[in-house]
């Protein structure tokens, strides 16, 4: 029997479809709690955005960049 793919997860699927990281997603790949990011995005910390449901969405890029503006620079 051929050996099956593991099937994506929700988060992989989508990043892969472009609609961002959720609120509990982006708080784990930060590691921090989903407070923290509300709290972070509702001061203009973290630039996510809305669906129009109002569920808050965030890149992997932007969450990357918003950790490597958090380490100190050499020099």
Do not use: K, N
């Not at 988060?11 to 472009?18: D, P, V």
């Not at 708080?27 to 669906?51: E, F, K, P």
């Amino acid at each position: 029997m051929p050996a099956m793919s593991p099937r994506p997860t929700s988060s992989s699927a989508r990043r892969a479809s472009g609609l961002g990281l959720t609120a509990s997603e982006a708080a784990h790949h930060l590691g921090v709690s989903i407070s923290t990011v509300r709290r972070w995005s509702d001061a203009g910390h973290l630039q996510g955005y809305r669906t129009p449901g109002g569920q808050r969405r965030f890149s992997v890029q932007q969450l990357d960049e918003f950790l490597d503006s958090l380490r100190p620079r050499g020099g």
